[in-house]
């Protein structure tokens, strides 16, 4: 085993382009456990605690770029308001000792559908900026999970950062595990409004080979609340709705039974987590509503 | 390979790393520092927490490569680093100098009389000490909470232990440690 | 050899320190475990030290064909390779009571993780890899996994040629024991019921899951000896089988313990305290071997997974009229322990009540699923889930309140226990129930705070799954009864060297025990004996070694009782050395020394009416008293292999609980909000130490309750969840305050009235959250751990 330590990015770039078959360790929060429980022993280790762009963020008009390295815990202290669905995914993150050293970046590279940052992502909407010595691309979240711990980077390339879109809505996510900390997800949810597009997106964790939206029951909530006039009326959402919305996301998850949980407690809880996340996020939306109605 | 770091303040260098070696190995196998403990090496039971430039980890799951240069306190350093923090400047040692760690050997005493940071004394005090295993990770856990938080709530303790897991005590006591360090804290500021 | 790092030395505790028994005095270890400097087994090192290695069966049931070891011997930096072949006598089994366990596998292997091989090398990488290159041909046999498999007329016999002393009165070879125990009329009895209940029981396989993983330090010695530094329970029960393996005589293999990281009975059986002294002997260089987690849930046996078939009657008074149960443990491959733990689940088949007519049997499987053995509770634990559940169920049948109908039952002083044995100490069941009921309730609806919800104190905790919705509460409350000591005519004693002598021109007693200190205190406890029978402030603990005699098993809540009793033994007969001395040089100045009660206090001789007569320094002047002497507790009887009749045990011990639980109805996810305990201790020899006993084995209570569970593939008998990612105990976020109320009565056969108190608060726990959980759900919940699956109708 050879280790590699870049002192920056563009070191990193070359090295990841001379040896392929790296592998990139930041945080080390899934490498490390594969190294000592003998699972894995890469040629290299290409060691990115270095580069120091990595564990930058910067909030732009739209998005906020979010280096791969930021870890957990920045997220959750300052980008509470640009990211709130992030936030909370983050805090759910293992144990503050994990939340100190990993970062969106392992998630991603890891692409294992337990991610915590994946449901966040995908209902937030994003753009994986990667990039190799070849150059730079931007991956949309939506293409960038290919398969079971399978994703859309090349052999040379590293992921640089997230391009996540600002919240212009409230958002809201949950994870079951069968203990209150440091649990890694049975399943998971998160859900975005995007009151700007009259949309909503939403993203499942842990319930399917991949991380996936639940693309019909958006389409159907989108088209019910058109129909309803609920983003102008900022009426209650009907119960027959949310039992509706809960069940297609019930119905886009592709589970396993695991020592984790059954694919059918799965399929379940995501409907649960669905229906109550609706209901929180939509609550706070009226609440945001009658207050800018307040104040105007 | 080679790793240069500081260690409780303390310059250290270890050769023949394996390069898959964790920073948690190197402290117990080459720098004679078995504090931090090895309990689950996957990052799920704190025992091995130290502080890495301040920020608590698990030093199971950092690559000993990526410490070089950086500097790391364990639970060995924990009293100086606590004094040296309770102090400021206003002892006339400074900061770095407090931190100038030396190593102690194991003698023949309890350590009764040893000068122990108040988290330490807290733990033997309220008897949150039993097989100690995750004792180590807890007090750096629990210290650096302090650090940030002098007057946690009980969720709040919760929460920033929730990364230690110790299965002798059911944590009741671990709760009257850190309660009682808060409280002790409070009546020397 | 130079001593190697991290030996322990001897610790003084007193300068500061000075209470005797019933005071919460503080650990002599407690400074060394805050500082980190307290040296576990896994933190041992020596200069030149190699790493051991041991390569493990992936399948569970096999016929090993061949193993080629070439290709890891050729490898640089590595020293030894070992097989079964290597061996060095013929005997090459070892086990606590059945020598049926291989010390690497020989021929075929029984469960998944058997050690086959054993590597020593430079670095433990280097060992990895080694024993990577080692190849096993194993063809693969059927699995035997349950009571069917196991008792099929075609089965394969886990082990053949079996000449044990069970053998000949099981039913099949693949039963390692069984016990019945018939009482009274059962059939006369159960035509008085007015309410019969049944019911199925499964209890899932727990791990000890202690923090210091199985390590040890083994260093080869000039005589041809080795020299074991070790975590364990039992240094003397240990050095017994190792001895034969390793071909020497037992004063050729020396035992310090090392720290210990928590045991909970997986440190009963050996781990890898021979393959490391094999592995030392034969290259001549210390050797490490340092189990990780993954390897540590195939290192030691668990709990005894069990199904447990119950039937209980009463009448509509409420009074009990019989119990008729079944109870089928899985040993696993080897049986460990299993003998010892099916007497316990028999005899403690129906808990602290009175039933007069009783119809009981428990046996424990041979399979190929992991071996089980001690664990926290031994037996009872699996007992007190399944009839505790029954007492709920015809309390309900019966429309009574269940506390009143466990009160209406309740065992006391004088009640017989199924096996015919008189409780002869007090037994507070009913009490101790009133107790725990009575404790105040925790508040409701804590997240219907002003501030809003506080996810943490909600199901789910930090994974923001509620925020009230859906979340029901429920209480539940559960009793239970648990021997103490070692059973069923065992020769359970204890052994202390204690010695008094002046030091720096201070009385100091020093105390040698073989005792595995693992945290429980009972270093702590041995300070405050020789300090209030000695009267001395400056008590020095020696570490515990085998150049003392056993002090038998830190296991069964026995330590403060045996050890403890003969730590106050040795310290009664050097009190009597002393006041001999002091007769000799003193008598003759005060008529007292002849003629009056004379005690040891504050480091003087006074008379029990308080006059001193000498110092403790000028008594012991140039002198030193030293008495080494074993001390037993009452003896017991085995168990009749056909009625199960007998004096088989020397004390009980009680704790209640009421569990307060919020449970996410929808979700099926659980927060425990409270685990009240009422217990009797006898006598509270450390009040501190006592209530953390109580707490941490609360705790563990609950972790089979909501979530510990082993998982075994049935159809390979594949451990699935060997990691701490998915093997899960409760974390501070999940554990609730524990109250406690501590009951002293004293047991009259006991030093100092005590009770043995380490296990009782395992049993009661989990089925009183069980409880709870039914409370709030309405479920009937028939199993343990019960996942949100099984509260949700997913499973």
Redesign the interface.
């Known amino acids: 085993?050879?280790?590699l330590?870049p002192a920056s990015w563009e070191e990193a770039l070359a090295a990841k382009a001379e040896h392929p078959t790296a592998v990139p360790?930041a945080?080390?929060?899934d490498?490390?456990?594969e190294?000592?429980?003998?699972h894995r022993?890469p040629e290299y280790?290409l060691?990115l605690?270095r580069v120091a762009d990595l564990t930058e963020w910067e909030v732009g008009e739209d998005t906020v770029r979010l280096g791969a390295s930021v870890p957990y815990t920045k997220i959750m202290e300052n980008l509470r308001a640009e990211l709130p669905g992030l936030a909370?995914a983050s805090?759910?993150v293992?144990?503050?000792?994990?939340r100190?050293?990993g970062g969106v970046g392992g998630n991603l590279g890891t692409a294992s559908p337990a991610g915590d940052a994946h449901p966040a992502l995908l209902a937030a909407g994003a753009e994986v900026e990667v990039e190799s010595v070849r150059g730079t691309r931007l991956i949309p979240i939506d293409a960038f999970y290919t398969g079971v711990k399978r994703n859309a980077l090349a052999a040379d390339e590293l992921i640089k950062s997230v391009h996540i879109k600002k919240a212009d809505g409230p958002q809201?996510?949950?994870?079951?595990?069968?203990?209150?900390?440091?649990?890694?997800a049975?399943c998971a949810f998160g859900l975005a409004l995007h009151p700007e597009t009259r949309t909503v997106r939403t993203g499942i964790g842990s319930a399917a080979p991949t991380p996936v939206r639940a693309k019909a029951a958006e389409e159907f909530l989108n088209a019910a609340l058109e129909e309803g006039g609920f983003w102008d009326n900022g009426k209650i959402i009907t119960p027959s709705v949310a039992k509706q919305f809960a069940e297609l996301c019930s119905g886009a998850c592709n589970p396993i039974d695991d020592?984790?949980?059954?694919a059918?407690?799965r399929?379940?809880?995501v409907g649960?987590?669905a229906r109550?996340t609706l209901?929180?996020t939509w609550e706070s939306y009226r609440g945001a509503r009658r207050h800018t109605e307040g104040a105007a | 390979m080679r790793v240069n770091f500081t260690v409780n303040g303390r310059p250290q260098e270890a050769d023949d790393v394996w390069e898959g070696e964790s920073l948690l190995y190197v402290l117990r196998e080459r720098l004679g520092l078995p504090g931090s403990k090895n309990a689950c090496e996957q990052g799920e039971c704190g025992s091995c927490t130290v502080r890495l430039d301040g920020v608590p980890v698990c030093s199971c799951l950092v690559a000993a490569g990526q410490v070089e240069g950086r500097d790391v306190v364990t639970v060995e350093g924990l009293a100086d680093y606590a004094k040296a923090r309770s102090c400021g400047t206003s002892c006339g040692t400074s900061l770095d100098e407090a931190k100038g760690w030396q190593a102690r050997g194991t003698d023949s005493q309890t350590g009764e009389g040893t000068e122990l940071a108040p988290i330490q004394q807290a733990f033997i005090d309220a008897g949150a000490v039993q097989c100690g295993f995750c004792t180590p990770g807890l007090l750096v856990a629990a210290d650096e909470m302090l650090e940030h938080n002098p007057n946690p709530t009980d969720a709040d303790i919760r929460e920033a232990l929730s990364g230690n897991l110790c299965r002798c005590t059911g944590y009741e006591k671990i709760m009257d440690a850190v309660r009682l360090a808060a409280a002790r804290q409070g009546e020397a500021v | 050899m130079a001593s190697p790092s991290g030996t322990p030395t001897k610790i003084t505790q007193g300068s500061q320190t000075k209470g005797g028994i019933g005071e919460s005095t503080l650990r002599p270890d407690g400074t060394l475990k805050v500082t980190g400097e307290f040296a576990y087994s896994s933190d041992m090192w020596h200069e030149d030290m190699l790493w051991g290695q041991i390569l493990r069966s992936p399948v569970a049931h096999a016929e090993i064909l061949s193993i080629d070891t070439a290709e890891a011997l050729a490898t640089p930096g590595v020293y030894a390779v070992l097989t079964y072949d290597d061996l060095p006598t013929e005997v090459k089994n070892y086990g606590l009571e059945i020598q049926d366990t291989p010390v690497l596998a020989h021929g075929k292997v029984r469960h998944h993780g058997e050690p086959v091989a054993l590597v020593a090398a430079d670095h433990p990488e280097t060992a990895r890899r080694a024993a990577a290159k080692i190849r096993v041909d194993y063809r693969e046999l059927p699995v035997i996994t349950d009571e069917a498999s196991a008792t099929a007329p075609d089965a394969i016999l886990v082990h053949e040629g079996r000449d044990d002393h069970h053998i000949g009165h099981v039913p099949h070879p693949n039963i390692v024991h069984r016990q019945p125990i018939v009482r009274g009329d059962v059939e006369a009895a159960r035509a008085r019921a007015d309410v019969i209940v049944e019911g199925e029981y499964t209890f899932g396989m727990q791990d000890q899951a202690f923090l210091g993983p199985e390590s040890g330090l083994a260093v080869p010695e000039e005589d041809g000896g080795v020299h074991l530094y070790i975590a364990t329970q039992w240094l003397h029960s240990d050095l017994r089988q190792m001895a034969p393996v390793l071909g020497l005589p037992e004063d050729k293999v020396r035992m310090t313990l090392a720290g210990v990281g928590g045991a909970f009975g997986g440190r009963e059986d050996l781990s890898m305290q021979i393959h490391a002294c094999l592995l030392a002997l034969r290259t001549g260089k210390p050797v490490k071997i340092v189990y990780n987690r993954f390897e540590s849930f195939f290192g030691h046996v668990h709990r005894h997974p069990a199904k447990l078939y119950y039937e209980h009657g009463a009448t509509k008074d409420g009074k009990l009229t019989h119990m008729k149960c079944r109870i089928v443990l899985d040993g696993g491959a080897y049986a460990s322990a299993s003998p010892a733990v099916v007497g316990n689940a028999s005899s403690l088949s129906v808990g602290p009540y009175v039933v007069d007519d009783v119809d009981i049997e428990a046996i424990a499987l041979y399979t190929n699923n992991p071996p089980c053995g001690a664990m926290r509770g031994f037996g009872a634990v699996q007992a007190c889930f399944a009839y505790e559940a029954q007492m709920d169920k015809l309390a309900k049948r019966l429309g009574m309140d269940p506390v009143e109908f466990r009160r209406l039952n309740a065992m006391e002083q004088g009640t017989l226990m199924p096996t015919g044995q008189p409780v002869d100490s007090p037994a507070p069941v009913a009490e101790l129930l009133r107790r725990v009921k009575a404790m105040p309730m925790p508040p409701e609806r804590q997240w219907e705070s002003s501030e809003g919800a506080d996810v943490r104190q909600l199901p789910g905790g930090l994974s923001n799954t509620t925020h009230g919705e859906g979340v029901v509460r429920g209480v539940g409350y559960a009793v239970g009864i648990k021997n103490v000591g070692f059973s069923e005519g065992f020769d359970d004693y204890s052994t202390a060297k204690v010695r008094m002598e002046v030091v720096g021109g201070e009385p100091v007693a020093t105390v040698h025990t073989a005792m595995a200190e693992v945290g429980q205190g009972g270093v702590t406890v041995h300070a405050q004996i020789a300090r209030t029978e000695l009267g001395v402030a400056q008590v020095t603990i020696h570490p515990a070694d085998t150049q003392v005699g056993s002090a038998g098993s830190t296991s069964a809540s026995r330590q403060t009782y045996v050890t403890g009793g003969a730590v106050k033994n040795a310290c009664e007969l050097v009190r009597e050395r002393v006041l001999e001395i002091g007769r000799r040089k003193f008598g003759t100045y005060h008529p007292a020394w002849a003629t009056a009660e004379l005690l040891l206090e504050g480091g003087k001789v006074v008379t029990d009416g308080g006059e001193v007569l000498a110092d403790l320094v000028d008594v012991l002047e140039g002198e030193a008293v030293e008495v080494e002497e074993e001390w037993r507790h009452r003896p017991t009887e085995p168990f009749d292999l056909r009625t199960g009749q007998g004096n088989g045990h020397v004390q009980y011990s009680f704790a209640a609980h009421r569990a307060v639980v919020e449970v996410d109805t929808e979700l099926g996810l659980v927060k425990v909000i409270e685990l009240a305990c009422a217990q009797d201790v006898g006598k509270a020899l450390n009040p501190l130490s006592v209530v953390g006993q109580i707490q941490g084995g609360t705790t563990q209570g609950l972790g089979v309750a909501v979530m510990e569970e082993i998982i075994v593939d049935p159809k390979t008998a594949k451990v699935r969840n060997p990691s701490f990612t998915d093997y899960l105990i409760p974390t501070i976020l999940d554990t609730p305050t524990i109250p406690v109320d501590v009951l002293e009565l004293a047991d009259d056969h006991a030093p100092y009235g005590l009770r043995g108190i380490g296990e009782a608060p395992t049993l009661s726990s989990t089925p009183a959250v069980l409880a709870a959980i039914r409370n709030a759900t309405g479920l009937e919940l028939n199993r343990t751990p019960v996942r949100p699956e099984h509260l949700t109708g997913t499973a």
């Open positions: 085993m050879d280790f330590r360790i945080g080390g929060t490498v490390m456990v190294i000592n429980f003998d022993r280790l060691d605690n909370l805090h759910t293992a144990s503050p000792q994990i100190n050293r809201q996510y949950s994870k079951v595990g069968t203990r209150n900390a440091m649990v890694i049975v020592v984790r949980g059954t059918s407690y399929r379940h809880a649960v987590m109550r209901t929180w």
